[in-house]
């Protein structure tokens, strides 16, 4: 019995030394601390204006608990701070948030107001009526109503929605999300990220291209659904000066599409794609590097590039009646081009005072 | 007699050198994966496109007897934001014999123009001939295809049509997340196994540009590809799998949307669970032998990615591989007198056990990490039973197989039970 004690004494000791490890894994199966579905967002679309839907709903939801629509100060259900403008006359900022240049609470503003420059407004704030915002002013989220217009070297850091305008100054910064429901107009420099809007206005907007027709418009619905044929290339290709083409093009490399041609269908490329001046493409253009188009251009399906996008000056992407997204890491737009619908950057987009060209690797 | 022995130890030596190869192929792929997952370039190219001029598309779902869970999936469809006038829904009623039938028309009864249903009451049954009788009925260009038991949630239909703007997307796959993680110990382990496997597998292939898998639900095909194709092969027990190596060889690519997530339900009972994954099993193992020469002589197909799709061809072979080692180990063990003649083989498998089995588990670490869900990682010393279960089932159903008349069609198609209520 002395001879087995010892042997089984040490298996007892090992095995035991062993489970430890297994003491945290036991722990979790028996108590289910996380044991619940990964979270989906059944009810998220992915909208850029998310965040200021929910901030509509907040506010709701606070007036509907007896929060004040007259001018003065209070506190949220939830304990925020908060201050209402109905007159021109209520002060924007009081004497310590002057001194500080900062404002915490969050702001209501139900008459046309003019914020003073050099302001950050760490809160998000609503505006009723027309707002125009001063020089240097910093939003975390602001919900117009109205009319929204940036001063020069504003920087919003999360979102802004506006119901008609958003005019930006030059020299602004806008992070995060910005939409309209009507129009957003740029001026050069700036810097965005995501935008939405009817009609996104890249400084001063150029004039009507005049190289589309309603038949061409109208068929770019359709694009996915008509148009089957597939033209695979193996390397490179180049599409001459002038070319009329009705079918997709899908290359192992680079594209370049020469001045003038018109495609119907949609492009890839798995290089580079540079795309000439004076362009018109129904379908989507997607490009797995660089993605450089001309000026002049008119894009009316989706564009997609996995590195940079630059868009040429007077160049249209969409059209009002069909809205569409362009996306890239980094996006470079020039001058005068107008984008229909979305323009998502997910690192950096920039509009330049000056014309930016890239030369490309394309063939 | 000497001669003999001396040729049988070399044929095993060689053996177990050549599992160990494969094993240890496999392993380095896990770590590759992992690795990318979370250092790598992460890519979502589609996943931006939130404006667009969205096209006509059908959502097929096939259903036999899924009177547990149609009903949730229709009216999670109804809610969704794709334009209401381009999105046909199309239920097919696969030979249901319980109120499948009933609760599809009552929603074509509440929501005119809405359903498009299809009865099917014989027939060859199997989820790829019902979606063969759907195809030939479907009038537009994309269709999505949802099992039964999926929730989709608001925005998900146009997240999964988006990467259709592509003129080279031929097939696009979601990501699948089981809504019943909590509901006892096996569920809780397959949340984990489907991680790791789209949360770290799917996704590092759609950044390294190789082979995403087209699983057959919360995804769908471009039509005018599949019907270059020769549409579904009903013959097939994953006809999925089956479309994304034909898919492949057709110069189509495949693409994963990570972003894009869908609810399913997975199996409450160990033995609907070993069931599911033979039939995977085998399904897969039949792509294999269908795909595996055409793949590798694919000359147009990049190289890389002709190297992916052979290896996730034989991705359910690695059980039974796994098992051989096993065996040809101990037999090395006990069996060969002067264990240093297989010394170095034996250190070398033995390195593996300790490396290239984790790889699995890290790579389902590394889904948790991802997923921000750290604690359910400590019951991965759990996996290890549903790896063992696994192991054991996929190497069964390798057997049968190749008992069977070999990879000749004639397999029996067993739907997956449903536990919600």
């Known amino acids: 019995m002395n001879n087995l004690g010892g042997p089984l004494l040490l298996f007892a000791i090992t095995g035991l030394w062993f489970s430890l490890a297994l003491v945290p894994s036991i722990i979790e199966w028996s108590r289910r601390t996380d044991a619940t579905p990964l979270r989906v967002e059944q009810e998220n679309e992915g909208d850029i204006r998310h965040f200021a839907y929910r901030f509509r709903e907040y506010l709701e939801h606070q007036f509907d608990r007896g929060v004040r629509r007259s001018s003065g100060v209070g506190r949220t259900t939830d304990r925020t701070p908060f201050r209402v403008m109905t007159t021109k006359l209520d002060p924007v900022l009081t004497p310590s948030e002057k001194k500080r240049c900062l404002v915490r609470t969050l702001l209501l503003i139900y008459c046309q107001t003019e914020l003073p420059p050099d302001i950050t407004f760490a809160h998000d704030m609503y505006a009723a009526e027309n707002i125009s915002c001063g020089d240097r002013d910093i939003f975390r989220g602001l919900l117009g109503d109205k009319n929204v217009t940036l001063g020069e070297g504003c920087v919003v850091s999360r979102w802004m929605h506006a119901r008609r305008s958003i005019l930006a100054g030059p020299n602004c910064t806008l992070y995060g999300r910005l939409s309209s429901d009507r129009i957003i107009r740029l001026s050069a420099p700036s810097v965005f990220q995501r935008m939405n809007a009817a009609a996104i206005v890249f400084d001063e907007g150029g004039p009507p291209l005049n190289i589309k027709t309603d038949q061409e418009l109208d068929r770019s619905h359709e694009t996915i659904e008509n148009v089957i044929d597939r033209w695979l290339i193996k390397g490179d290709i180049e599409i001459p000066t002038g070319a009329t083409l009705n079918s997709n093009v899908v290359a192992s490399g680079d594209v370049r599409i020469g001045e003038g041609s018109r495609i119907t269908g949609s492009v890839k490329s798995n290089g580079n794609m540079f795309i000439s001046d004076s362009v018109v493409i129904v379908g989507s253009i997607v490009s797995a590097s660089d993605l450089t188009i001309g000026k002049n251009c008119h894009l009316m399906g989706p564009v997609i590039a996995e590195r940079k996008l630059l868009v040429g000056e007077r160049s249209r992407l969409g059209t009002s009646k069909y809205p569409t997204s362009a996306t890239a890491r980094r996006i470079v737009i020039n001058s005068g081009c107008v984008a229909f619908g979305t323009v998502w950057a997910k690192e950096r987009g920039e509009i330049h005072s000056e014309i930016v060209r890239y030369e490309t690797q394309a063939a | ?421």
């Not at chain 2, 269709?143 to 259709?164: E, K, T």
């Not at chain 2, 950044?207 to 087209?214: A, H, I, T, W």
């Not at chain 2, 290890?384 to 159903?397: D, P």
């Open chain 2, 1 to 421: 007699v000497q001669e003999a022995r001396s040729v049988i130890i070399d044929a095993l030596n060689i053996s177990l050198c050549t599992v160990i190869f494969i094993i240890c192929v496999y392993a380095a792929r896990h770590y590759w994966f992992t690795f990318n997952r979370l250092f790598g370039l992460q890519r979502h190219p589609y996943v931006d496109i939130d404006t667009a001029n969205w096209p006509r598309v059908t959502v097929v779902i096939p259903a036999h007897n899924e009177q547990a869970v149609i009903g949730h999936i229709l009216e999670a469809l109804l809610q969704t934001n794709y334009p209401e006038g381009k999105l046909v829904i199309m239920p097919v009623n696969d030979r249901s014999t319980d109120g499948t039938r009933a609760i599809i028309d009552d929603f074509v009864r509440r929501y005119p123009g809405r359903l498009r249903p299809i009865h099917r009451d014989s027939g060859k049954p199997g989820k790829g001939a019902a979606l063969n009788v759907a195809t030939a009925l479907i009038d537009t260009q994309i269709m999505l295809i949802f099992d039964a038991d999926y929730i989709p949630g608001r925005g998900l239909i146009r997240q999964l049509v988006a990467p259709f703007f592509d003129p080279e997307v031929g097939a696009v796959m979601g990501r699948v997340v089981p809504q019943n993680a909590g509901a006892n110990g096996l569920t809780r382990l397959l949340d984990l196994e489907r991680a790791g496997g789209y949360q770290v597998d799917q996704q590092a292939r759609m950044n390294l540009d190789l082979v995403p898998l087209y699983g057959g639900t919360v995804g769908g095909l471009r039509l005018s590809a599949l019907r270059s194709l020769g549409g579904w092969n009903p013959d097939s027990l994953t006809e999925d799998t089956d479309a994304t190596f034909r898919l492949v060889l057709g110069q189509w690519k495949v693409v994963y949307q990570n972003r894009s997530e869908c609810y399913e339900e997975v199996p409450e009972k160990w033995h609907t669970r070993v069931r599911q994954i033979m039939r995977w099993a085998k399904g897969h193992n039949q792509s294999l032998f269908n795909y595996v020469i055409p793949i590798i002589r694919a000359k147009h197909i990049p190289f890389s990615r002709r190297v992916d799709a052979v290896l996730l061809l034989g991705v359910f072979l690695i059980g039974p591989l796994l098992l051989v080692g096993w065996v040809l180990s101990l037999i090395f063990f006990y069996a060969v007198p002067g264990v240093s003649q297989g010394l170095v083989i034996l250190l070398a498998f033995t390195a593996y056990t300790g490396l290239g089995n984790l790889a699995v588990f890290f790579q389902i670490a590394c889904a948790g990490y991802l997923d921000r869900s750290q604690k359910r990682v400590l019951l991965l010393p759990f996996g290890l039973l549903s790896f063992v279960v696994n192991l054991v089932s996929i190497s069964i159903a390798t057997l049968q197989q190749i008992m069977s008349p070999i990879f000749r069609g004639g397999y029996v198609w067993h739907k997956t039970e449903r536990f919600r209520t």
